[in-house]
């Protein structure tokens, strides 16, 4: 089965804290491709990143870090000094094989970032 | 604006009426994907299209909803006969090829049935 498990639904956070947002995933598939997409306030999903299944190397991007284990088949993002501008739902999401578009998305996570 | 245009952003229907949904994907890409975000529910993919093909519809409800992307013009989700069960936020997305999971989202467009 493909899966995509966010166990976070909320959270909230006091600016500057740092914040990791879960995500474990299940797929049979070799080759897949693993995401997080931002949902701000106004609804439309913002793509922030891409990560395939033979590369297990974290990413920084900024305050935001990215962290892929297969081990533990889980992809979690890391904000650090968080704003309230990264108030939003998160979600991660899963393509298997070369499903390209055709996401499995998680539940998303609510962040709210309070000042 | 050059991003993925959707309208309506919100539309009210009556049970039994049809809901026709629109999509402009960003200029140069030719492929659309439309994704439903049903209350307490993520978002499920619905239909895959290229310019005049459906290439996969696996996540369409079997009746009462068909897509469409025509040479010429937005690409329409349509929804005949409305339930309550189908009030939810439509998401289109588009990719400039066939899209290795990059894509970008319109702001959707909320059905209310009522």
């Known amino acids: 089965a493909q899966k995509v498990t966010q166990a976070q639904t909320e959270i909230s956070v006091v600016e500057k804290e740092d914040v990791t947002l879960d995500c474990v995933y299940e797929?049979?598939?070799?080759?897949?491709?693993l995401f997080w997409y931002k949902q701000p306030p106004s609804g439309e999903l913002v793509f922030l990143i891409r990560?395939?299944?033979?590369?297990?190397q974290n990413e920084i991007s900024g305050r935001y870090s990215w962290n892929f284990q297969k081990s533990t088949s889980s992809f979690n993002f890391t904000i650090t000094a968080s704003q309230v501008v990264d108030s939003a739902v998160y979600f991660c999401?899963?393509?298997?094989?070369?499903?390209?578009?055709?996401?499995?998305f998680g539940q998303g996570t609510e962040l709210s970032v309070k000042p | 604006n050059a991003g993925v245009m959707q309208n309506p952003r919100h539309l009210v229907r009556r049970r039994g009426q049809e809901a026709r949904l629109r999509c402009s994907p960003m200029?140069?890409?030719?492929?659309v994907y439309w994704y439903r975000q049903l209350p307490e529910e993520g978002l499920k993919f619905m239909v895959y299209?290229?310019?005049?093909?459906?290439?996969?519809e696996s996540g369409m409800p079997k009746e009462r909803f068909s897509a469409e992307f025509p040479k010429e013009g937005p690409s329409i989700l349509r929804i005949q006969q409305v339930v309550r069960g189908d009030s939810a936020a439509y998401f289109c997305?588009?990719?400039?090829?066939?899209?290795?999971?990059?894509?970008?989202f319109g702001e959707g467009s909320r059905l209310t049935v009522l």
């Open positions: 990560r395939n299944s033979f590369d297990e």
């Open positions: 299209l290229q310019k005049e093909n459906i290439i996969d």
């Open positions: 999401a899963l393509s298997p094989g070369n499903q390209g578009g055709k996401l499995i």
């Open positions: 997305a588009s990719s400039p090829r066939q899209s290795t999971g990059e894509l970008f």
């Open positions: 797929t049979r598939d070799t080759t897949y491709y």
């Open positions: 200029k140069g890409h030719s492929h």
